[in-house]
């Protein structure tokens, strides 16, 4: 099985207003493949709600860009909705194997520089669905402080 390390983790949360999930997966779809990321797949991912083996499961988007993975998670809750989304990185078996065999990989400026930008693209993505989301629903921006 494969460990996933956490990078980061986000969310929004938005008060009395219900959304469709999957139109919400659909339109960030729709928004990210404009950017013709390289190397870059997308796809369901049906992750655990609960501790137990018995519990639920629930619909993630999950984004692959080499060896890093973005979860998001766009749901209702009670009267409520939220959009979270997580960065892990996951390592196969041979990759634990090989890191102890040879005493690991160190990645390229380049492989940093690259896993940087695909953080920093879909949290600039997902952000601005989230202002579209504020607007479309009468959410006031924040007074700025002078």
């Known amino acids: 099985m494969a460990t996933k390390t956490v990078h980061s983790h986000n969310y929004q949360h938005f008060e009395n207003v219900q959304l469709s999930s999957q139109a919400f ?5 729709t928004d990210i493949d404009v950017y013709q990321f390289p190397n870059m797949t997308y796809s369901k991912a049906l992750l655990k709600a609960g501790d137990y083996a018995w519990s639920g499961k629930r619909e993630y988007l999950e984004l692959t860009y080499k060896d890093l993975r973005f979860y998001i998670c766009a749901a209702p809750f009670g009267k409520n909705f939220f959009v979270s989304w997580w960065l892990k990185e996951s390592s196969t078996a041979f990759d ?3 890191n102890r065999l040879f005493g690991g990989k160190e990645k390229t400026f380049y492989q940093i520089d690259t896993e940087a930008m695909f953080l920093s693209s879909m949290n600039a993505i997902i952000n601005r669905k989230i202002e579209q989301i504020k607007v479309a629903h009468g959410f006031r921006k924040p007074e700025s402080v002078s």
Do not use: G, N, S, V
């Not at 997966?25 to 779809?29: N, P, S």
């Open 25 to 29: 997966y659909d339109e960030l779809i």
């Open 96 to 98: 634990r194997f090989f």
